[in-house]
């Protein structure tokens, strides 16, 4: 059997392959940082990592990690309800609702996890699901294994949530969902309109915070923050592997019965493994410094501030942004290919998307802006696009 399957797959991949969608893994052999060393010994920019506080190599974090080894051990061996509960677990899901403000957290492996896991224990066939076209994956894939009904609206259109509330008035329950930014363009979705037409219309919110939580907002507590609308949304879910220090978890924060239920039915969190105690133990270390202090975002937002002020000068068409994502536009697949190319040769580590993972004709290179960056950085990078762009005559 194997031979033919074999075949059928090399054949697929080579399609993969000819069409220009084959995914290259490039090798660091350096901790993730501002500047990180790949395994050809090149020392570069690295703009493309979602470490947007920083946090990814925090020493802090380090140390709280390796206490949590000395103390607790490796590994937890077992799901939640078994044996895999610490009292750390409890800490960090606590500090995750002290952050939001929410009522209670349950931690998932990972936000994909978190989303897969979230629709299904919830919802059934009398009820409706309101999700935004460019939600991501994890969403989508959480939809399918949920037996509600599905309705979709175009990115961020709230005449077209508004027509999909109206049609879904025939259901029990209605859950509107959302990612809070959406990682192609850096555009945050409208939390005030979503949160008044969900009002209106009497349903429950859902935010995917992964992009947004730690970035978005004077303190960085997420769109809810941004758009003043904080406790507002009924489900929060997010990441542990963004700009909360890079690792690896996942969780779902919200209305105390939501949480108790997802213990209960949620089949991610029943059948697969307990967060390890070094993660959960960085994590709480990593909410700590959020609360006392903003320094991060503070350097953040002045980064993302600098880096698009100075490239709009420069004449590149970028996508407005209130997240630490920029999208410098080329429109073109084949310039965004070149355009990355020529940056590393520069120094400046980035990535180039085109379709499908953007509409056709609007290929991009995506600039992800971090804490770690210094003004020197953010200098050296807008050179390197200066210098590319004239080149390629993107700018003059
Ligand atoms: C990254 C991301 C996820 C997945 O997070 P993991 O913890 O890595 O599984 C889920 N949702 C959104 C919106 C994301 O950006």
Known sequence: MYTKFQSFLNQELSQIKEAGLFKEERIITSPQGATIRVSTGQEVLNFCANNYLGLSNNPKLIVAAKE???????????VRFICGTQDLHKQLEQKIAEFFGTEDTILYAAAFDANGGVF???????????????????????????????????????????EKLIEAQKNRFRLVVTDGVFSMDGNV???????????????????????????????????????DVRGKAEII?????????????????????????????????????????????AGIKMFEMMAETTELQDKLHRNTDYFMEKMLAAGFDIKPTKSAIAAVMLYDAKLSQEFAAKLLDEGVYVIGFYFPVVPKGEARIRVQLSAAHELEHLDKAIAAFSKVGKELGVIK
């Open 120 to 162: 299904e224990p919830l919802l059934g066939d009398d009820d409706a699901i309101i999700s935004d076209s460019l939600n991501h994956a994890s969403i989508i894939d959480g939809v399918r294994l949920c037996k509600a009904n599905r309705y979709r609206y175009a990115n961020a259109n709230m005449e077209e949530l508004e």
């Open 237 to 281: 879910t997010g990441t542990l592997g963004k700009a909360f220090g890079g690792a690896v978890g996942g969780f779902t924060t919200g209305k105390k019965e939501i949480i108790d239920m997802l213990r209960q039915r949620s089949r991610p969190y029943l059948f697969s493994n307990s967060l390890p105690p070094m993660v959960v133990n």
């Open 68 to 78: 949590a080894l000395d103390t607790r051990g490796y590994g937890m061996s077992s």
């Open 189 to 227: 979705a409208p939390m005030d309109k979503i949160i008044a037409l969900a009002t209106k219309y009497d349903a429950m919110v859902m935010i995917d915070e992964s992009h947004s939580a730690g970035v978005v907002g004077k303190s960085g507590r997420g769109v809810t923050e941004l758009f």
